[in-house]
């Protein structure tokens, strides 16, 4: 597939941008970036959109992604992944380090998960590193090598080249973070109090999340490292980490959307660790993403082995990719909360892009259109510049870039 065509500007759509910018009769683009309308006088022969009525906002961060490449593109592969991704606004994802094979952890494992991404991904990236006991000392390499930050396991992984952070290790891999100056990604179920793995909510019950994100925030302060609390299921862990300082938080739409957005995106009853939970702590959970407890909303997209199906159990993991922001905007008709979640997400990783709308930023957006019945559609979305998604349907490749642009 060639490359997507550069856009020039897109007229007659409201622009979500969280600052007061006079953008004038268009949102232009130039070189890739945002551009004021008095800046860009001249033509660049791109594309100029026409849409009338309907929203420009920010391409959204899908913070937690399993593309399981290199080592298991029969389960689905950077490229698939990235193209239902793209197809639901997201214009940047961030890979995490199990799944594949190997497992991300050395500086090589890194540096080949960027040069596939950089070959085949239709979304920006960023790759996390894992910390797992035995190697941490990989870290700093992982970290040189282009790693967004690090991820580790509170409980078991399911993978033996993937074991779980305890005691010392759990310390160990906190101090490196801190003094790499990365952040730490943490699954936080505390395994000491399960029941069982087969009960849901109650077989991991709601206090092995508490506790673990408890252990966790004491010792970030203890060592000053910066953490961040994947796939959230439980109101109480979300305002827990809404008063550190150190901490950033995220949770998925099965964890908070009604019922009715679940069927619609293919989502109820879906099986995943941690459980899904009780009727009335989603619904709390769901008051607190409206109200911006949160930094992110991720997919936590896991596809499994070949025919594997995630509701009986037999594999542990929500197909979400690309669902997040549609299942967002139509959860809470809100185009400025899922701008506003845009933004906080950019900053979890530090990354380059800020993740609004803003003159000089990287022109990775998403033009949405709100239909009559209340819900909504990507219509276009650009990354870098250049119109991937058209209409709806896929027309042509980005230029994408590791979201993380440090130089050392
Ligand atoms: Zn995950």
Same mark, same amino acid.
């Given at each position: 597939m060639a490359l997507g065509p550069i856009v020039q500007a897109v007229r007659g759509a409201t622009i979500v941008a969280p600052r007061r910018t006079r953008w004038g009769d268009a949102l232009r683009v130039h070189d890739g970036l945002f551009a004021r309308w008095d800046q860009s006088?001249?033509?660049?022969g791109g594309v100029v959109l026409n849409r009338d009525g309907m929203f420009v906002l920010p391409g959204f961060i899908d913070l937690h992604v399993h593309f399981d490449e290199p080592g298991r593109t #029969?389960?689905?592969g950077v490229e698939k992944g990235s193209l239902k991704s793209v197809l639901g606004g997201v214009t940047t994802v961030v890979d995490m380090p199990?799944?594949?094979? %190997? %497992? !991300?952890?050395?500086a090589r494992d890194v540096t080949e998960k960027c040069e596939i991404f950089l070959a085949k991904s239709f979304s920006n990236f960023a790759v996390l590193a894992g910390a797992v006991p035995g190697r941490l000392a990989e870290m700093r390499e992982a970290a040189l090598a282009g790693a967004a930050g690090f991820k580790g396991f509170?409980? #078991?992984?399911?993978w033996d080249d993937f074991p779980r952070l305890d005691g010392e290790s759990l310390q160990e891999a906190l101090v490196n973070a801190s003094r790499i100056g990365l952040r730490l990604a943490l699954h936080a179920e505390?395994?000491?109090?399960?029941?069982? #793995?087969?009960?849901?909510d109650l077989g991991r019950p709601v206090s092995s999340e508490v506790s673990a994100v408890s252990t966790i925030l004491t010792l970030a302060g203890e060592f000053g490292a910066k953490v961040h609390l994947v796939h959230l299921s439980t109101p109480e862990a979300v305002r827990m980490v809404n008063n550190s300082p150190l901490a950033t938080s995220e949770t998925c739409p099965h964890y908070f959307s009604s019922d009715e957005v679940l069927v619609r995106f293919g989502l109820d009853g879906v099986v995943v660790s941690p459980p899904v939970r009780s009727a009335s702590l989603r619904n709390e959970l769901r008051e607190l993403v409206q109200n911006g407890w949160l930094d992110a909303v991720g997919s936590d997209h896991s596809p499994g082995p070949p025919?594997? #199906?995630s509701f009986s159990g037999q594999w542990r993991g929500a197909q979400g990719a690309g669902k997040t922001m549609l299942a967002l905007l139509d959860e809470f008709d809100s185009p400025e909360l899922v701008a506003d979640y845009t933004a906080s997400a950019a900053s979890v990783y530090g990354f380059? !892009?800020?993740g609004e709308i803003s003159v000089?930023?990287?022109?990775?957006f998403v033009v949405a259109e709100r239909s009559d019945n209340g819900l909504w559609r990507i219509v276009d979305v650009v990354v870098g510049g250049r119109l991937v998604v058209n209409d709806s349907t896929v027309i042509g490749r980005p230029v994408v870039r590791n979201a993380i642009s440090r130089t050392f």
């Amino acid at each position: 597939m060639a490359l997507g065509p550069i856009v020039q500007a897109v007229r007659g759509a409201t622009i979500v941008a969280p600052r007061r910018t006079r953008w004038g009769d268009a949102l232009r683009v130039h070189d890739g970036l945002f551009a004021r309308w008095d800046q860009s006088e001249c033509n660049n022969g791109g594309v100029v959109l026409n849409r009338d009525g309907m929203f420009v906002l920010p391409g959204f961060i899908d913070l937690h992604v399993h593309f399981d490449e290199p080592g298991r593109t #029969d389960w689905e592969g950077v490229e698939k992944g990235s193209l239902k991704s793209v197809l639901g606004g997201v214009t940047t994802v961030v890979d995490m380090p199990i799944d594949s094979d %190997p %497992p !991300t952890i050395a500086a090589r494992d890194v540096t080949e998960k960027c040069e596939i991404f950089l070959a085949k991904s239709f979304s920006n990236f960023a790759v996390l590193a894992g910390a797992v006991p035995g190697r941490l000392a990989e870290m700093r390499e992982a970290a040189l090598a282009g790693a967004a930050g690090f991820k580790g396991f509170l409980c #078991d992984s399911g993978w033996d080249d993937f074991p779980r952070l305890d005691g010392e290790s759990l310390q160990e891999a906190l101090v490196n973070a801190s003094r790499i100056g990365l952040r730490l990604a943490l699954h936080a179920e505390d395994q000491s109090q399960f029941v069982s #793995d087969q009960i849901g909510d109650l077989g991991r019950p709601v206090s092995s999340e508490v506790s673990a994100v408890s252990t966790i925030l004491t010792l970030a302060g203890e060592f000053g490292a910066k953490v961040h609390l994947v796939h959230l299921s439980t109101p109480e862990a979300v305002r827990m980490v809404n008063n550190s300082p150190l901490a950033t938080s995220e949770t998925c739409p099965h964890y908070f959307s009604s019922d009715e957005v679940l069927v619609r995106f293919g989502l109820d009853g879906v099986v995943v660790s941690p459980p899904v939970r009780s009727a009335s702590l989603r619904n709390e959970l769901r008051e607190l993403v409206q109200n911006g407890w949160l930094d992110a909303v991720g997919s936590d997209h896991s596809p499994g082995p070949p025919n594997s #199906d995630s509701f009986s159990g037999q594999w542990r993991g929500a197909q979400g990719a690309g669902k997040t922001m549609l299942a967002l905007l139509d959860e809470f008709d809100s185009p400025e909360l899922v701008a506003d979640y845009t933004a906080s997400a950019a900053s979890v990783y530090g990354f380059a !892009t800020s993740g609004e709308i803003s003159v000089g930023g990287q022109a990775d957006f998403v033009v949405a259109e709100r239909s009559d019945n209340g819900l909504w559609r990507i219509v276009d979305v650009v990354v870098g510049g250049r119109l991937v998604v058209n209409d709806s349907t896929v027309i042509g490749r980005p230029v994408v870039r590791n979201a993380i642009s440090r130089t050392f």
